[in-house]
Every structure is written in structure tokens, then in C-alpha cells.
């Protein structure tokens, strides 16, 4: 009878897993389904707003999401991409259903240089006779920045505009490793090389306040020269509202010309009907930039059969595959290989996005790139940043082409290795090592460093310091000398960038395109966007949970102190000599 109960208990139970199984299948099957509809579902109407809501993540390249399982649980990366939000707005200057553009946007995920992207297109948008405006119930000032390309800016009566100028903070944990045991070993080069400084220091170098400082009033000036030609407000008194507050609240903001008015959103929706022409009585059509995108208005269209393939390195650069969020040699030697031997393919620009990372990756993507411009021309476009690793693999192009805000540069090279010696001894752990050689064990995090593998490792840092300086000497046609002095790690914006000779041009990835078409010598042509991100069923899985992961973690610590775990997490990830931007600094 007992043998009978537990067949039974286990025919049940396989059949209760086939029929799990089975859900599972068909809401994959139903999601991958409609990945194959048609966008044109979403209806862009007539006299329609364009609203530009921006408060999703903003990265130069957000491939839709394939990943079913992401979908299903609800945990698909909020996202939208750089290039489909400038398509968007080009398609809405030509669109008869699209009278004007609303900005709508409270908290901004994206870059500097990001948003002085699209504030430049909002420009020429604005050419067309139509108009843009912009609405906030408060205004932080990424978002005021762009905004103030708008005819008119109107903020809640009750709320505030955050405009104070910019800053950043960086951590530092000398004291932490001294009290805990737990520490890292550092071996660098440059004077500016400062990504190890918060780990030898409890405060900030003079070199490297004079960097920081030097590259916030550079992107501060570019902000403050576009909003106030937009205000008809000249740079002096700018910075003495910055200074002084005096945009704080509504009245003061409209006080000092920064604002038009202050409005509830009902007011400002019969400002838009006025605007539009739009009679009272009548409902005024919208559709936002996510759903206008979803439509179609998201690509260009061209009969042309040139392309240029526009190649996203975004993210950190690690040794592997790499994927959408960071920077691995084999996807964008894949790309490459693929730009390369397309004979639509005409020209190629590498869009770079990227803080740096490890030297041996960056190497082999330098290299790649090497090969390919033998073939067809090459044009670099930096967007955020292209620093340090990010640099590497810019430095040989035909063609380097940065936003004004870029941060680029930091030429420079760290190795950083954890040590736990302290920490064991105060617990109780001893650890004793057996070798064949004298050299046989490398490194031990359980012992002190010594001055043989210190003396090995710096040798190695200033061999890839010189390799790195060479290949940007070899491809910006300056001396070693010349590079070295303006390298250091040192970092740059892309105005100064362009008055040291670290790139040619300013101007976003647009001007980068054209630049490309020039030196393939055609006119009219479409891009094909790589890499081809084709996730692996690990990867499918291992994405939903590590959300779920730091959700918890969020909730359990709260979002400053997930902010300090990460950075422990990040630096547990740098293997190898490391090409990287001297910091992590968040700009506010």
C-alpha cells in the first residue's frame, strides 16, 4: 500500500511539472510571437505632440530584448537608445502628423554628452517652424540643460528647479582597509592615474583635484554657453544664479529669465493647443517618444544600398565575448570582420562609450581595428566617455570625432591586486606555501607583497604605459614626448581633447557619419548597427535573477550603500593591467 501512495505521489508530481513546463513553454512561445508584430500597431495621429519623456536608461545602442524569460517576469531593463531617440525627432521634423515637441522628462538616465546630443537635434527640429516646449513639475539640472533649448519653459507653481552647477564625489577607504585588515595592492603609472587613490589615501591628491576640477568647469562651461545663448542670458550671470540660488523656486526662476512661467499641467495642456492651433474644445493628440519610436520612427529611411556600419562599444572592456553592457574583444572583432567583408558596407564608425578597462582587450581590439582600416575608413565617435581603454581603441582611427562634454584622454596604466595578510592573522588563518622554483608562486593574497613581484608587476605597468603611448603617437602623428606630456593618465574633455590633438572635430555621432560617407566618398546611404547581440539560454536565465538580486539589495541597504557594494564588486572584477579612468566619480 505504501509502495502504491508514493507511485502515485510520484505520477503526480512529474505530471504537476510537465504541466508547469508546459506554461512556462507557451508564455515563451506567446512572447517570441510577438516580437514578430508588426510596430506599426501604435497610430501617430493627427496634430499630435510629440512628448519627450525620457526617464528610462539612456545608451548609445538598446537593442530590443529577445530574452523571454526577462519579459515574463517583468524585469526587462527599462531603456531606450541614443540613435533611435535622434531618428525619432529627425522623422518628427518631417512628419505632417507631428506639430510641435513637448519635453517632458523629471529625472534624466543618460550622459552629458547624451543629452547634448539630442539638445542639438531638438535644434534643428526646431528649424523646421515647429515648435518645442518643455514642462516640468521640477527640473534637476541635466534636465533644465535640456530643456533650455525649448521656445518656452514652464514649471509647477509648487515646484523647483535644481540648478546649483556641477560636483562630484569620490570615496576613499584607507582608514576601511587599515581597520578591517582587508586591502589592495597598487602599482600604477601616471601622476593623474588615480583609480587606486582611494585605496593609498583618505583624501584627494592635488593632481587629482587639479584634473577633476579642470574637466567639471569645461563641461559646466559648454552647459552654461548653451543655456544661457537659449536664455539671452550671458555666462557671467549664469554662474551668479548658480552661485546664489536664484532659480531655487518658480518666481525667482522666472525673476532671473530662466523660466517662462509657472503652470499646472491642465494650464500648460491649453498652452499646447495654442501652440498646435488647436481649438479648447478639441482633445489634443500626443504620442511619446517611446511609442512614436515603436512605430517606425525610430530608423531612417533610405534607398540607398551603401551602408555604414556603426559598430556600439559600450560599457567596461573586459577580456571575453562581451554584450550589451560591456566591452569584450570577440563581439566587436566579430563586427568588425563582418563591416569588413560586407561589400554594401562602405565605411565604419566605432561609436565608443566606454570608461576603459583591461590593457591585453583593448590591445586586440587596437588591433583589429588596425586590420580593418587597411580596407575601409575608419571614424571614431565618442560619446560620455572614451577614457583611457576607451582611448586605446580610438587612438588609430582615420578619423576621431567627440562630443564637447566627452571625457577622453587618461592615458595611463594600474595594476591592483587584493591582499587579506592582516586580516587573516587578526582571525587565526596562516597559510604556508611549497614550490618548485624560486618564482613558482606568484602571488599570494594571504601573504605581504613582495618587492620581487612589486618589481616584476612595475615592469610590466611601464611596458604597456610606453606600448600605449607609442600607438598614440603612431596614430595621432605626434612625438612620444608630445603624448606623454598631455598622458599621465591625465583626463580631458573633448575641447580640451581637441586643443591637446587627441581628436579632430567636435561633434556627436551624426557629424560622424558624414565624416565616414566623405572619406568613402558617397552621398546618401543607411547604417547597419553591431554588434549582434544573440544571448545563450545562461545568459537568459542568469539576467532576471542578478535584477532580482539587486532589487533585494537595494531594499535591504538602500541605494547609497548598493553604490558602495558595487564599487567593491567592480574592483573585485579588474583582472590584469588595467587601461581605465582614473576614478569613479558621479557627476551631480
Known amino acids: 500500500m505504501t509502495f502504491l501512495r508514493e507511485l502515485l505521489a510520484v505520477i503526480i508530481g512529474v505530471f504537476i511539472s510537465f504541466m508547469i513546463m508546459f506554461f512556462v513553454f507557451v508564455a515563451i ?10 510596430d506599426s500597431t501604435v497610430v501617430v495621429k493627427k ?27 517583468g524585469l526587462e531593463e527599462k531603456k531606450m537608445g541614443l540613435d533611435n531617440i535622434l531618428n525619432a525627432i529627425d522623422n518628427a521634423k518631417y512628419d505632417d502628423q507631428i506639430i510641435g515637441i513637448s519635453i517632458e522628462s523629471l529625472m534624466l538616465q543618460g550622459g552629458v554628452a547624451q543629452i547634448q546630443e539630442i539638445r542639438d537635434k531638438l535644434y534643428e527640429f526646431k528649424e523646421s517652424g515647429k515648435f518645442v516646449t518643455a514642462f516640468a513639475d521640477v527640473y534637476e539640472q541635466k534636465n533644465f540643460y535640456l ?5 518656452s519653459i514652464y514649471v509647477n507653481p509648487e515646484g523647483q528647479i535644481d540648478f546649483r552647477g556641477l560636483s562630484g564625489e569620490v570615496l576613499f577607504f584607507k582608514d576601511f582597509q587599515e581597520k578591517y585588515g582587508l586591502k589592495m595592492e597598487v602599482i600604477r603609472h601616471g601622476k593623474y592615474k588615480s583609480a587606486v587613490e582611494p585605496f593609498l589615501a583618505n583624501e584627494m591628491s592635488e593632481a587629482n583635484r ?8 569645461s563641461i559646466w562651461s559648454e552647459m552654461t554657453t548653451d543655456m544661457g545663448d537659449n536664455r539671452n542670458i550671458d555666462e557671467v550671470q549664469i554662474n551668479y544664479i548658480a552661485d546664489e540660488l536664484l532659480a531655487r523656486t518658480p518666481d525667482l526662476a522666472i525673476e532671473n529669465k530662466m523660466i517662462t512661467g509657472k503652470l ?73 570582420k563582418k563591416a569588413r567583408k560586407s561589400k554594401q558596407v562602405k565605411a565604419i564608425v566605432l561609436r565608443v562609450n566606454s570608461p576603459g578597462g583591461s590593457a591585453l582587450a583593448s590591445d586586440i581590439i587596437w588591433r583589429e581595428i588596425e586590420v580593418t582600416k587597411k580596407e575601409k575608413p575608419v571614424v571614431v565617435s565618442m560619446g560620455n566617455m572614451a577614457a583611457s581603454g576607451g582611448y586605446y581603441i580610438s587612438c ?77 603617437a603612431k596614430g595621432r602623428g605626434m612625438t612620444f614626448e608630445e ?22 572635430e567636435l561633434g556627436g555621432l551624426e557629424d560622424a557619419l558624414k565624416a565616414a560617407a566623405q572619406l568613402a566618398d558617397i552621398q546618401d546611404f543607411r547604417t547597419r548597427s553591431y554588434p549582434d547581440y544573440n544571448k545563450e539560454l545562461k545568459d537568459m536565465f542568469s539576467g532576471p535573477f542578478a535584477s532580482v538580486k539587486q532589487q533585494l539589495l537595494e531594499d535591504e541597504i538602500g541605494l547609497e550603500n548598493l553604490k558602495i557594494y558595487n564599487q567593491f564588486q567592480q574592483f573585485s572584477e579588474w583582472k590584469g593591467l588595467q587601461t581605465r579612468l582614473p576614478f569613479l566619480l558621479e557627476i551631480r
Open 47 to 73: 496634430n499630435s505632440v510629440l512628448v519627450l519623456k525620457l526617464e528610462d536608461l539612456i545608451k548609445d545602442y538598446a537593442p530590443k530584448n529577445e530574452d523571454p524569460f526577462s519579459q515574463i517576469l
Open 483 to 504: 603624448v606623454d606630456a598631455i598622458a599621465q593618465g591625465r583626463v580631458w574633455t573633448g575641447t580640451q581633447a581637441l586643443e591637446n590633438g587627441l581628436v579632430d
Open 396 to 472: 588609430n582611427a582615420d578619423k576621431i570625432i567627440a562630443d564637447p562634454t566627452t571625457i577622453t584622454g587618461s592615458i595611463g596604466v594600474f595594476g591592483m591586486i587584493p591582499n587579506i595578510n592582516e586580516f587573516t592573522n587578526r582571525i587565526g588563518i596562516h597559510a604556508e606555501q611549497v614550490g618548485t622554483n624560486k618564482r613558482s608562486l606568484n602571488y599570494s593574497l594571504f601573504e605581504p607583497m613582495t618587492d620581487d613581484f612589486y618589481n616584476v608587476t612595475k615592469e610590466g605597468v611601464e611596458r604597456v604605459y610606453v606600448t600605449f603611448v607609442s600607438k598614440v
Open 29 to 38: 512561445g506567446s512572447v517570441i510571437s510577438s516580437s514578430f508584430v508588426d
Open 147 to 151: 530643456s533650455s533649448v525649448a521656445d
Open 210 to 217: 587639479e584634473q577633476t576640477e579642470a574637466f567639471l568647469k
Open 264 to 336: 499646472y499641467k491642465d494650464e500648460y495642456a491649453k498652452v499646447l493647443k495654442q501652440l498646435g492651433g488647436i481649438s479648447e474644445e478639441s482633445v489634443l493628440n500626443a504620442v511619446t517618444v517611446k511609442n512614436y519610436i515603436a512605430s517606425g520612427k525610430g530608423r531612417l529611411v533610405s534607398s540607398s544600398t551603401d551602408r555604414i556600419a556603426v559598430i556600439y562599444a559600450q560599457g567596461e572592456i573586459k577580456y571575453g565575448k562581451g554584450d550589451e553592457d560591456y566591452i569584450g574583444p570577440e563581439l566587436i572583432i566579430e563586427s568588425l
